[in-house]
């Protein structure tokens, strides 16, 4: 079946490095993907999104990477801290029709000091 | 500040023993959706409520019950808990127009459910 899913279940980079979580999407009909942050014991929490009329989008040290010729999203920290420290999940859903995101299985990044 | 509250944080239950968790939220948004969540995995969605209309996931197990009072609540009744059951429940919402646009789905801290 159609799926989203991350090539790396965990991350491991040193403070002030930057970070590259993946994430791979087969479903063709996906316009609308979402990144989410979950802490350690907390829900997961909005990042960035992104609609497929774009290939990059940057928030605040994020920067999310869209390439849909090869289903391809990608999630770029910069400088990371400790505070980065999480497990990072991809969504895909679509802007109109569906209201139902897919989760992907989601990187741990760990970010050493 | 408008959020999405779950409560307890921490829920023990025996084993067969009913069990409730709550989810309230401010942001008058009109789906909610409960999540099952269990270590190192993704958010599995259970079912979610578009307004008042149930809509339940095909592989829900008949063990998960939810209501929708109002707007801002919503509960998850497990009937008959497993030890399968323990796990991370996590309760969500988002503002879905009639073109069924979704708007950014926001979670509560989640109630971890241990089952004895």
């Known amino acids: 079946g159609e799926s989203v899913g991350l090539h790396l279940p965990t991350l491991s980079v040193q403070e002030g490095d930057n970070s590259i979580i993946n994430c791979a999407y087969s479903n063709s009909a996906s316009d609308y993907f979402i990144w989410y942050k979950q802490e350690s014991g907390k829900g997961p929490q909005f990042i960035i999104d992104?609609?497929?009329?774009?290939d990059k989008r940057q928030g605040q040290r994020v920067t999310v990477l869209l390439n849909k010729t090869v289903k391809h999203l990608s999630l770029q920290i910069a400088a990371t801290q400790p505070g980065d420290s999480a497990v990072y999940f991809c969504?895909?859903?679509?802007?109109?029709?569906?209201?139902?995101?897919?989760f992907g299985r989601g990187t741990s990044l760990i970010v050493h000091p | 500040d408008a959020m999405v509250i779950q409560n307890p944080r921490y829920q023990v239950t025996q084993f067969g023993k009913p069990v409730t968790l709550s989810c309230s939220q401010t942001l008058n948004h009109n789906v909610m959706y409960w999540y099952q969540q269990k270590s190192s995995q993704a958010p599995k969605l259970l079912f979610h409520y578009y307004d008042k209309d149930f809509n339940n996931e095909a592989d829900t197990p008949d063990n998960f019950q939810s209501r929708r009072p109002n707007t801002s609540f919503c509960f998850l009744d497990i009937r008959s808990p497993g030890l399968g059951d323990a796990a991370m429940y996590l309760c969500?919402?988002?503002?879905?127009?009639?073109?069924?646009?979704?708007?950014?789905?926001?979670f509560g801290p989640g109630t971890r459910l241990l089952v004895l």
């Open positions: 969504a895909e859903n679509r802007v109109r029709g569906s209201y139902i995101p897919t």
């Open positions: 992104i609609r497929s009329n774009m």
């Open positions: 969500a919402t988002s503002r879905v127009d009639g073109r069924r646009k979704q708007e950014t789905q926001y």
